[in-house]
């Protein structure tokens, strides 16, 4: 028999999780710790702190803004922490959900588990429920829903369940907050930002607001309408009956190239041709890629700026390409790329493959041919991005992506201090943690 979705959102203990379903959250918090890390440098993140502190600070203030230390109110901190990290596209995410639930869960935990007495055992647990609700929201919303949301339209039901189980709110009062955030909750057309790459990226950032500030409502007594994502009753989708059984935590890719996860498949496919035939920039006349039609929709050829940037196709394979490797320098500012990547980027030829458009979301592929300037092809033939619970990322290969984008930010010191308070440490407390992420990135911060 399912557990119930209360019983599980406040009764789940860390004892009741599987060692492989925790070590994948904290995998995950090292990520998103990174990618805030990197997010916290753009000027995306820096409107929306600024925005956090003038608009929910003052005496309400009790949650702090990730490498900023500012203090503001728990929903300003969830917003604009998200924000943080949806600033720069490397975070984790699920295929089915073709979303993210972690940019939304974490920030919602960190808002109201601040100053708390909150072990990391705690915050993982908190992290693992968070998840699962999320993710079945999210395949939920698209199995019901006709057109494709973005993740802020069902994260916001992780985040609301993350801080109603932290706030401790009873099951009637845990039900209306549930209610509010899927009430609240920007439903997005994503493929407007797909098409028009902008601030507003996923909406995760509104998404964790809508978290947030639907648990402290409910709290004070705020009332909601039932939230039908977290309910099996329309058209029967089934998602919560194995709730506590398979855990969709388990089912996450972790990225490893800072831009939208439709363009991997080609970015690597390209990677792999470079290195494999040792082709230079100038041997190759035009890169032809084919891949699925959400793929081939990444269609900024030339990006002004890095949400842009991280909703291309052309640019990082061209980037790819020239570089061997696909730096989130260039992404984080794309007007410093080579006239090697611009050329290759404008001739580039993108197909749409029908077999390979079936497939996705739960497959996605991408072929890459090099036409060199001596009119002949190399090829990769149909090609995954490494990620996917078929092909994790090791734990190294995450360390490693944590600490470049850490060491960036704020320097080789407190970025393995960081490393080893979420990974190596037993079960410090969260607000050690936050002590060592919360001060500001940039200069005078490498000790």
Known sequence: ???????????????????????????????????AAAGSTTRMSQIMRTYATANHGGQSGTARLLFDGRRVHPAGAALANAATIDAMDGHDGHRLTRGHAGVAVLPAALSVLDDAEASMR??????????????????????????????GAWNALGAAAVAARILCLDDDTTGHALGIAEYHAPRAPMMRCIDHPTMVKDSSAWGAHAGVSAALLAAAGFTGAPAALSSDSSDGVGLWDDLGERWTLLE?????????????????????????????????????????????????????????????????????????????????????????????????????????SAAFPRARTAEVSLVLT???????????????????????????????????????????????????????????????ICPPSGPGTTA
């Open 122 to 151: 705690d915050l993982l647990t908190a992290m693992v429920v968070g998840y699962e609700v999320a993710n079945r929201a999210g395949m939920a919303l698209h199995a019901t829903a006709g057109d494709y949301h973005s993740s």
């Open 374 to 436: 001596d009119s002949s092809r190399l090829s990769s033939g149909s090609t995954t991005a490494p990620g996917d619970p078929e092909e994790r990322l090791s734990n190294d290969t995450l360390e490693d992506k944590f600490l470049d984008a850490v060491t960036d930010s704020v320097g080789r010191a407190r970025a393995d201090r960081l490393l080893d308070l979420i990974i190596r440490a037993d079960n410090p407390l969260v607000r050690d943690l936050l002590t060592e």
């Open 252 to 356: 996450q890719y972790f990225k490893p190239y800072p831009v939208c996860r439709w363009a991997h498949p080609a970015v690597h496919a390209t990677i792999g041709l470079v290195d494999e035939h040792d082709v230079a920039p100038e041997a190759i006349d035009h890169i032809q890629v084919t891949s699925f039609a959400a793929a081939v929709r990444l269609a900024i050829r030339l990006p002004a700026n890095t949400e842009q940037a991280q909703y291309s196709l052309c640019f990082p394979v061209a980037a790819a390409a020239v570089y061997r490797r696909l730096d989130p320098r260039a992404v984080a500012d794309p007007t410093l790329v080579s006239e090697q990547v611009r050329r290759l980027a404008s001739t580039m030829q993108l197909r749409e493959s029908p077999d390979m």
């Open 1 to 35: 028999m399912s557990t119930s979705l209360r019983d599980f959102i406040h009764g789940l203990d860390s004892r009741d999780v599987p060692a492989q379903v925790l070590e994948q959250a904290r995998r995950c918090l090292l990520d998103l710790v990174g990618v």
